[in-house]
């Protein structure tokens, strides 16, 4: 019993004389509850709609009106056509689009059938599906309101899916799990052995070494590098064989963006160990400063838009939340460099901002 109790004792000890691993324990579930609560959300909102309406008039107008008024819809173009359709959808800058029949008012006033297509970016099924079944019952509202007589003429609404026309969840998850198994090996596990060196005295040495900080810094992290790359290979040819999830992009290029955000990754578990001096508290750090943000902030698994405002704004600074977005739009929608230099650009500038920060870091534990 007393060798219990000593032994309770000094792990206690050494969890309070650790600042910083106690504030990273006291943190950690104020972190995690903030985050779920919040990012956990099935709802739709902040739902960015094209209108397509050739002929405006009365009728169109009004049914504009109330998509604008519903609180869920937020119209950011009218077009008079559907060529722009594809470039606009594949930029992302819009998730769903209600296109209007020519003479949309004129044949319901005549008494005759007037079609409407709702057509919705299907990359993420379930999103898509809440913001179909949205969009279908506020139609069908503003319908019963015009016609109250039963059995009167009625909208024939006609819904379409871009990129995911079978509604597989497959290939809304498996791009997702590239970001987060990728985060777990170069973060998570460059953080936990860089600071495995300390702990055992290894990376002391290497410090008074002839060994510039970028040079050791390099040698540690280039065989987690290459790694990550096999292991992408290894999930995109699983991707494609077990679970049919189609790349319709290029591969190099999927390729060579995993190895940008591969990067971004090892750089910022090199930070994280620079900056913990044990495991528990590297562990801790990638815990809260890479996967949790990698599964509740980056639109893996929960819809970006659905959040409030402030997680938005956090989710910029996610580097998962725009590999992801890179990595849906080379495999489900085949799209190239022309629509995805934003992203890449914020990649880049992430990677060069935290490799400096590492390596200043070990310049100032060397000094």
């Known amino acids: 019993m007393s060798a219990l109790t000593g032994l309770l004792r000094k792990e206690a000890y050494h969890i309070l004389r650790d600042r910083r691993t106690l504030a990273v324990i006291v943190l950690l579930p104020v972190v995690q509850v903030v985050l779920f609560g919040f990012a956990i959300r099935t709802d739709v909102r902040d739902v960015r709609i094209i209108v397509v309406d050739p002929l405006p008039d009365a009728t169109t107008l009004s049914l504009r009106a109330r998509l604008a008024a519903s609180g869920v819809f937020r119209v950011v173009t009218v077009l008079p056509g559907a060529d722009e359709l594809d470039g606009i959808f594949q930029r992302g800058e819009a998730t769903e689009a209600i296109v209007f029949e020519p003479r949309f008012g004129e044949r319901l006033a005549q008494g005759l059938p007037a079609r409407i297509q709702l057509i919705t970016d299907g990359t993420d099924p379930n999103s898509a599906s809440v913001r179909q079944n949205y969009a279908m019952a506020l139609i069908g509202a503003w319908d019963r309101e015009r016609s109250p007589a039963r059995g009167a003429v009625r909208i024939e609404p006609r819904t379409r899916l871009r990129f995911n026309p079978t509604a597989e969840s497959s290939n809304l998850f498996v791009p997702g799990l590239m970001a987060f198994v990728l985060t777990i090996i170069s973060s998570l596990m460059t953080a936990i052995s860089l600071t495995r060196e300390k702990e055992s005295g290894t990376m002391e040495a290497l410090l008074v070494s002839p060994l510039r900080p970028w040079q050791i810094i390099g040698g540690k992290v280039a065989p987690y590098l290459a790694i990550g790359l096999v292991s992408m290979t290894a999930i995109v040819v699983e991707a494609r064989l077990v679970f049919h999830v189609p790349l319709r992009g290029s591969y190099l290029l999927l390729l060579a963006e995993g190895l940008l955000f591969i990067l971004v990754s090892l ?101």
């Open 267 to 367: 750089a910022l578990g090199m930070l994280i160990s620079a900056r913990t001096s044990s495991q528990r508290v590297a562990m801790l750090g990638a815990l809260v400063g890479t996967m949790l943000p990698t599964l509740l902030l980056s639109g893996f698994i929960f819809p970006i838009e659905s959040m409030p405002r402030l997680l938005r704004w956090v989710s910029y600074i996610v580097p998962a939340r725009w590999f992801v977005t890179i990595a849906r739009g080379i495999m489900l929608k085949g799209i190239g460099i022309v629509y995805l230099w934003e992203p890449t650009l914020i990649l880049i500038g992430m990677a060069a901002v935290l490799l400096t920060l590492a390596v200043r870091s070990f310049d100032v534990r060397l000094e």
